[in-house]
């Protein structure tokens, strides 16, 4: 018997079980502490009311032998993914059902979509950028062998920095698989259409597939793409998953979908029918109670619930980001997305700078580093809590630093 040698490639611990263990530590030692946590992107929101109300009719559904349900088909039950299909037309979007394929999280699909793949592929990855794509693929065997400056050589690395404002930039070598994701996490920044359709153009003209996370696509309120496919030749070359989570609460419930258009092709393959299969084996569906849940997402009462719960992380996105900018720090995102990424003051690391929040702020963040090696000096910060706890928060960070502050930009 051998092990999957790939796994002791990877760190001990997943970035977030890291954070968690370094605050259950300082809690056991400080048991009186107050910490706010902003830190690991959890919501705080209560699920839509329209969703409670239809999985409770769900639940009843489910009492009754005449109305009982068992396994979903293979791509799911069809009225959430009409549903699904007829929020994708009113961006302009035109999909098939077996287009749709439903999930228990996107966080699963970007690291499963791998399984459809060749080891052989060449990956390109922002830096930094979501953990979840690098450890799955190193997982995959696709990363080679880790190098001292903390990237793997067989990654592609996309230049994604503040000189491009954290917008990732077109390789000079080929590429296999891209993930992108807009709104980012962790840095909150969107792609806007010329650059998406600069990146569809490429991926075509190479035979590339773009992996494209859109978890947090209804938080962009400015005149932006939603979805990939509003630009012209997405559906050739591009996989997009987006999820029920951040958006109406599903963090607890888990929902998600993942399309990928019949168009997309390798070679004689269609990735459609790949997908299909991979699913139809390692997934059962998708519970008939969290499916009704999110289907009253797209009722108009739904809508409306999930917009305000929307705004409500936005607010508080805003809150931090106005709060860092007063004390001086600099920022990215908190428009479009309830990330708030910002520059770790003069002489910090993005540990040093998590060390010192939970310590002298009793303040949870994400070291930016944990998001890869161009995220050292950088640090994450987000909008999902209460709007009380996030003012908190706001002036304990600036009371540890004051007036250290401006001595330290």
Known sequence: ????????????????????????????????????????????????????????????????????????????????EEAIRADYALHGVALDLDEIFLSDGAKSDTGNIGDIFDSANTVAVCDPIYPVYVDTNVMAGRAGELLPDGHWNRFVYLDCTAATGFIPQLPTQHADLVYLCSPNNPTGTAMNAAQLQAWVDWANNNGTVLLFDGAYEAYITEDLPRSIYEIPGAQTCAIEFRSFS?????????????????????????????????????????????????????????????RETIAYYLANAGVIKAGLESAGFQTWGGVNSP???????????????FDLLLNEAQVVGTPGSGFGPA??????????????????????????????????F
């Open 246 to 306: 951040k958006t109406a609460g599903f963090t607890g419930v888990r929902c998600a979908y993942t399309v990928v258009p019949k168009a997309l092709k390798a070679g004689a393959s269609h990735l459609n029918a790949l997908w299909a299969r991979r699913q139809a084996t390692k997934f059962n569906g998708v519970s008939y109670i969290t499916q009704r849940g999110a289907e009253a997402t797209f009722t108009p009462a739904g809508r409306a619930q999930v």
């Open 375 to 408: 995220g050292e000096g950088y640090f994450r910060l987000t909008g999902f809590g209460t709007a009380e706890k996030t003012k908190q928060a706001v002036q304990r960070v600036l009371a540890a630093f004051s007036p250290a502050v401006p001595q330290r």
């Open 339 to 353: 990330y708030v990424w910002l520059k770790a003051p003069a002489g910090l690391g993005s540990w040093e700078l």
């Open 1 to 80: 018997m051998k092990i999957n040698e790939n796994f002791a490639k990877l760190q001990s611990s997943y970035l977030f079980s890291t954070i968690g263990k370094k605050v259950r530590e300082y809690q056991a030692a400080h048991p009186a502490a107050e910490i706010i946590r902003l830190g690991i992107g959890d919501v705080t929101r209560p699920l839509p009311a329209a969703s409670i109300a239809a999985m409770h009719a769900a639940v009843e559904e489910m009492a009754h032998a005449e109305t009982f349900k068992g396994y979903p088909t293979d791509i799911g039950i069809t009225f959430l």
